[in-house]
C-alpha cells in the first residue's frame, strides 16, 4: 500500500521558516522523482519544487526560488522542504507527490499525499 504522509506544516509569522517532511512507503522511493505541490485558498495546484531520483537535480517555481529548498534522504524514504523568509502568499497546503518522470503538470504524478497546511500571518 502506498503513503505519503506529509508533517511539519503550521501557523508561522512572515519572515519565518518551516520544514516540511513526507514519508514514503508501499514503493521504491529511490527510484522516483519527488514533488511538492501547493493549494492555496481558492485556487488550483501549483507546482513548487522538484527532485531527481538520487537528489543531484533540483527545480524551483519562480515564486520560492531562493527561499526554499527540497531535499531528500533515500534511506529514510523522506522527502523535505525548507521553506525560509515566508510570506504571506505562501500561506497553502502542501502536498508531496511521486512520479517515475520529471514532470511539471501534475495529473502525471503517480501519488499524492494529503497534504499539510502552511499557515503565514503578516
Known amino acids: 500500500q502506498v503513503q505519503l504522509v506529509e508533517s511539519g506544516g503550521g501557523l508561522v509569522q512572515a519572515g519565518g521558516s518551516l520544514r516540511l517532511s513526507c514519508a514514503a512507503s508501499?514503493?521504491?522511493?529511490?527510484?522516483?522523482?519527488m514533488y511538492w505541490v501547493r493549494q492555496a485558498p481558492g485556487k488550483g495546484l501549483e507546482w513548487v519544487s522538484a527532485?531527481?531520483?538520487?537528489?543531484?537535480?533540483?527545480y524551483y517555481a519562480d515564486s520560492v526560488k531562493g527561499r526554499f529548498t527540497i531535499s531528500r534522504d533515500n534511506h529514510k524514504n523522506t522527502l523535505y522542504l525548507q521553506m525560509n523568509s515566508l510570506k504571506s502568499e505562501d500561506t497553502a497546503v502542501y502536498y508531496c507527490a511521486a512520479a517515475r518522470v520529471w514532470a511539471v503538470r501534475t495529473h502525471e504524478y503517480d501519488y499524492w499525499g494529503q497534504g499539510t497546511q502552511v499557515t503565514v500571518s503578516s
Open positions: 508501499g514503493f521504491t522511493f529511490s527510484s522516483y522523482w
Open positions: 527532485i531527481s531520483t538520487g537528489g543531484g537535480i533540483t
